[in-house]
């Protein structure tokens, strides 16, 4: 008696849910009549992948006559459908994906079909962190791909991915991936623990993570680094790193880092050793290059142009006889400029962009030396400054060297070289105090560490790199441990 | 006691010796060691180099027999509460007043050879910020600097070969034409060069593996030694010696001939590069001097190093004036002699004889 009490309120429950879940817009709902059963099927629309509901489970209920949702368990091709009593639950469940069928005459229960939509994007070419050899895949913004792209990499068992999810709204799907008896133990905590603390309501890609997980987030300079690549994050997981993947994002982080490694470009490694050294070296010239020329241009032409020697001192000076104001304005205009266009650059569609390159970089240039507004040879130091710092191989760190220039041209102005100097220091300590995940982020310049050195401002052959980046503090340092993996 | 996470490994003290002792000594040291040994006066540096290596062996013999291993706790123990305490606030002070004539001094030589103009009290506002950025975190953020500090301005042993090409060897010849008491007598101004030795004091307990650090501190004693020599010998063969009477800053001097295409007048970029140099010098003086102060009053760290910042910023401001520096870096060169050649020994003495006692008590 009292059983069948339960019953009937249950199905009062139903239909209240019943009730409550047709108040949306996107939700629907059949109604079949099976000689004394009659079942309900209800579904989000928006969620749902409604060509397999069309394939695989609306002909396989409407051809047979089922009394026992379990007997529908069994007939139906999907994976991972399950039984549930509680009509409570149903709501978030349909949010994610799932068909739900009810059965009225027998015991009241629900059973949940997961068919959630998936539409995502092909996984395309890297277009960030081009190379011209090596692998041509990029992450997509769909986790569970991008973590096949990298599980398919590395084919160990040890290859552990904690799961979670993050943000109040979002429930955006996060997982922080590591190589157990790699990666050290307490990064993969750290890593852990501060995605568990993120108080957001919303996590739309993966740098939302960075700047909430972020060691020091007052600093320009970004502490964990980003790629597209799955051959890079392949690479760095088996160094003992920690990535995390957001869903939503084609980025995926890594930690912890240091300075050099934003200057590495990953083709570095499909080159042979001595090209590679050489690109890398190049490329830090380069970003010294373009960080320090305009400030020296700045601080010799307005304090010490005694430095230069008279021959040069003359094309200096003819260069400059027309135009009408100090060389830090000047800096500043002709910096602004080429900030404005790569802004404008940016924010335009590709076609239109070029155009605009055009425009700004011969138009603009020509004119304004023309004009005499500023001298043709601070327009080839800002341009190539600007060259220089295009080829920083990852983009984040590109925009602090874009940031960093202005307040060593203030410096400049004030005190000349000396200004520049006491600036470096400023950037020189603050680099000394950041850490990455807790690790030092300066290594292995300082802490100076000789055997890391072999991979961070060249790169030595393969056979010389038969230990693991002691900055990440792998658990096992000797990379060539044949017995561990080769069974 | 210093946290295992707070301590720097014990290569580290190389770098720290070696940056507290070369600072802007550098640039006009070879005028003043010549008076009494003349063109011999390169040989009076490997003497008080040499010395130097017996006060750090003193030193480390100090240091690695007390418990706690840093002036203040030593002074308290050998000498009391009260007397301990007096004598570790002068150390504090004189260390106070080292980073204020090294400042100063650099200050100078840019007011001489860049800026005439330059306003010290604005310069100051620029420097004193980047000091306490320094200071007022953990230990390995001065030893960072400190490192820096010796690796970076290394190139500039480079540019002294430029000079080589218009010096005489003859101006050294014949060699050890002094007798030695000229040579000892030079090695006595010598030592005012590298006096930043003192700090090891304060930070020998933030150094992992303290007791195999010793090495590298003979070594970091040696390796400033050899700086100074080759400056000295390039000096001593560039001039001949009534020409370095009227230097005052005699390696300045040696940059100015250097020329490269695109670069006349190297020595704005040596200054500006040497600042590199001198700033893990008032760095590692203040933060020395700070530290002492806070374990001998106990207050905060950070308070201490702004207090003692104020008292920087407005000594550098009052002291102004080629002879008023001069006389300060006289007064401080001669106190840190006393306190290395003199208090050193004579309280590793009182030192023994105190633990004898106590050994013999107990």
């Given amino acids: 008696m009292k059983k069948k009490v339960t019953k009937k309120k249950k199905q009062r429950d139903f239909q209240n849910t019943l009730a409550e879940l047709t108040q949306k817009d996107d939700f629907i709902d059949y109604q079949f009549e099976h000689n004394d059963s009659s079942i309900c099927l209800g579904y989000l629309k928006s969620a749902i992948d409604t060509e397999k509901l069309e394939k695989y489970i609306l002909p396989q209920i409407q051809q047979n006559d089922y009394i026992d949702l379990n007997e529908v368990i069994n007939d139906i091709p999907i994976t991972k459908s399950q039984l549930i009593d509680d009509p409570d639950q149903l709501q978030e469940m349909l949010i994610q994906g799932f068909v739900f069928i009810y059965m009225e005459n027998v015991n009241p229960q629900y059973l949940l079909i997961p068919i959630p939509l998936t539409k995502t994007r092909q996984v395309g070419i890297p277009e960030v962190e081009f190379s011209v050899v090596g692998p041509k895949e990029a992450f997509v913004e769909n986790i569970d791909t991008n973590l096949n792209l990298v599980r398919k990499r590395i084919s160990v068992p040890e290859l ?56 020091n987030q007052n600093s320009p300079f970004p502490q964990l680094l980003d790629t597209e690549r799955p051959d890079r994050i392949a690479a760095v997981l088996t160094e003992g790193k920690v990535a995390i993947f957001v869903d939503g994002s084609p980025h995926v982080l890594i930690g912890p880092t240091t300075l050099v490694e934003f200057f590495s470009a990953f083709e570095d490694y499909f080159l042979n050793w001595t090209l590679a050294s050489a690109f890398r070296l ?17 601080a010799i032409l307005t304090h010490h142009f005694e430095l230069i020697p008279k021959t040069l001192l003359g094309t200096l000076v003819s260069s400059r006889t027309q135009v009408p104001f100090p060389p830090i304005l000047e800096a500043i205009i002709l910096e602004l400029t080429i900030e404005l266009l790569r802004e404008a650059g940016a924010r335009l569609p590709s076609k239109i962009g070029q155009t ?86 300066l290594e292995p310049i300082f802490p100076f560490r000789l055997t890391d050195l072999k991979d961070a401002f060249i790169r030595l052959p393969f056979d010389k790199q038969n230990k693991r980046p002691f900055a990440v503090r792998p658990e096992k340092v000797l990379r060539s441990a044949k017995q561990d993996y080769e069974k | 006691m210093v946290k295992v996470k707070d301590q720097v490994p014990a290569l580290m003290v190389f770098f720290l010796i070696s940056a507290a002792q070369s600072g802007v000594g550098v640039l006009g040291f070879q005028s003043v060691i010549n008076k009494y040994a003349g063109h011999d006066a390169w040989i009076s540096i490997i003497v008080a180099g040499l010395g130097f290596n017996i006060i750090i062996w003193i030193m480390y013999r100090i240091l690695q027999n007390n418990d706690g291993g840093e002036i203040v706790s030593i002074h308290k123990f050998t000498y009391g509460k009260w007397l301990g305490g007096i004598l570790s606030f002068i150390f504090s002070v004189y260390l106070i007043l080292t980073s204020i004539v090294v400042l100063r001094t650099y200050i100078e030589i840019i007011q001489v050879w860049m800026f005439p103009y330059v306003k010290v009290w604005a310069l100051l506002l620029l420097l004193i910020p980047l000091i306490y950025y320094i200071i007022s975190g953990e230990f390995r953020i001065v030893v960072g600097v400190c490192f820096f500090g010796v690796v970076y301005p290394f190139f500039l042993i480079f540019t002294l070969f430029y000079p080589l090409k218009y010096s005489n060897l003859t101006n050294i010849l014949p060699i050890l034409d002094h007798s030695f008491t000229e040579i000892l007598q030079s090695s006595s101004l010598a030592i005012f060069s590298f006096l930043g030795i003192s700090t090891l004091l304060v930070f020998y307990p933030f150094i992992r593996e303290s007791r195999k650090s010793q090495k590298f501190a003979h070594i970091g004693n040696i390796y400033t030694t050899f700086l100074y020599v080759f400056i000295c010998l390039v000096s001593y063969i560039y001039y001949n010696q009534s020409e370095l009477q009227n230097t005052i800053w005699a390696t300045l001097g040696l940059w100015k001939i250097i020329e490269m295409p695109f670069l006349a007048r190297f020595e704005y970029v040596g200054i500006a590069t040497l600042f590199f140099s001198i700033l893990p010098n008032v760095a590692l003086y203040l933060w020395a001097s700070t530290r002492s102060l806070h374990n001998l009053f106990g207050i905060s760290h950070k308070k201490t190093a702004v207090f003692l910042l104020a008292i920087v910023y407005i000594a550098c401001i009052i002291i102004s004036g080629r002879e008023f520096i001069a006389f300060i870096n006289d007064i401080t060169g001669k106190a840190g002699g006393i306190l290395l050649f003199c208090y050193i020994p004579i309280l590793f003495l009182i030192n023994l004889i105190r633990r004898k006692v106590k050994k013999n008590a107990s």
């Fill in chain 1, 160 to 215: 552990s991915m904690e799961k979670m999810k993050v943000g109040t709204v979002t429930k955006t799907k996060v997982a922080v991936v590591s190589i157990e008896g790699i990666a050290d133990k307490e990064n993969v905590r750290t890593v852990i623990q501060r995605i568990k603390d993120v108080q957001m309501d919303q996590v739309i890609d993966s740098s939302y993570i960075q700047q909430a997980i972020t060691d």
């Fill in chain 1, 356 to 441: 605009i390159g055009i425009v700004g970089g011969i138009v603009i240039g020509t004119a304004s030396v023309e004009a005499g507004l500023t001298s043709n040879v601070l327009l080839i130091i800002v341009a190539l400054a600007a060259l220089g710092s295009f080829t920083t191989p990852v983009y984040q760190m590109g925009n602090t060297i874009r940031l960093i220039r202005f307040p060593l041209l203030a410096f400049a102005h004030i005190y000349g070289i000396l200004g520049v100097g006491i600036c470096i220091a400023y950037i020189m300590v603050h680099l000394l105090k950041l850490t990455s995940l807790g690790r030092p982020f």
């Fill in chain 1, 282 to 298: 190049i490329r830090l010239f380069a970003v010294f290059f373009s960080i320090l020329i305009t400030p020296l241009y700045v």
